[in-house]
């Protein structure tokens, strides 16, 4: 398996743009999560599904940020419109929950540089 | 509440030093803890994992132990090398069967040759 593929790997915007970043989660994994890493902040956990259901959005910034999951394979984390203070690196992660200890597999993010 | 902390960073250590990373965590129950290692432009990758209490999980020289008494998971290497030099994250999951993890911040470590 090729493991949990992001893209872009790095994007630069402007201010006011949107921002769409994709993921593909390993095939047979049932839970996704989407992540955000900043210096002040740390690891921020944004918004994570089961079987492409959204179960706990509370971690999204506000209502600029939405996530999809149209379907196992694919989901979608979009920034519209784009601020500055967005300038993170997004991972997104896997597993299949209900497997033992649940064991996430990250990606390698996504930088986005908001100007 | 539900956290993990974990000690400020950075780590400056010389190559063949002992390391020691401490993580503390609160929890209602006993969850599954974690140390994840991120390798500078990658990321966040599974280290070791326990989960029970007195389970150690090891790995790569790694070792930790689940300590349900101190509620701790503290990351120790007897002979730390420069490729181990990375962030690593100390984590446990949810207080119901999410899946989620709760990390804690993150702790830089470089080691010197």
């Known amino acids: 398996d090729a493991g949990v593929i992001q893209s872009p790997r790095h994007e630069v915007t402007e201010m006011g743009q949107e921002v769409t970043l994709r993921c593909k989660p390993i095939?047979?994994?049932?839970?996704l999560f989407w992540y955000r890493q900043t210096m002040m902040r740390g690891l921020e956990l944004l918004i994570y599904f089961n079987n492409n259901v959204p179960i706990d959005d509370s971690g999204m910034p506000e209502d600029r940020f939405s996530a999809k999951m149209p379907n196992a394979s694919f989901s979608t984390l979009k920034i519209q419109p784009s601020e500055p203070r967005d300038s993170a690196v997004y991972f997104c992660?896997?597993?299949?929950?209900?497997?033992?200890?649940?064991?996430?597999?990250f990606g390698a993010g996504s930088r986005l540089t908001v100007l | 509440g539900n956290s993990v902390t974990q000690m400020e960073g950075p780590v400056t250590l010389s190559e063949e030093a002992f390391l020691t990373i401490n993580c503390t965590y609160t929890?209602?129950?006993?969850?599954?803890l974690f140390w994840y290692v991120q390798y500078p432009g990658e990321g966040l990758q599974l280290l070791l994992k326990?989960?029970?209490?007195?389970d150690k999980g090891s790995n790569k020289g790694f070792e930790a132990t689940y300590r349900k008494e101190t509620t701790s998971f503290h990351l120790e290497k007897g002979s730390v090398q420069v490729s181990d030099s990375a962030v690593y994250f100390c984590a446990r999951d949810g207080s119901s069967n999410t899946g989620k993890l709760i990390f804690g911040q993150g702790t830089t470590l470089q080691v010197k040759p």
């Open positions: 326990a989960t029970k209490a007195d």
């Open positions: 992660a896997s597993s299949l929950m209900g497997s033992g200890a649940n064991v996430l597999t």
């Open positions: 095939s047979g994994h049932n839970s």
């Open positions: 929890a209602t129950g006993y969850p599954s």
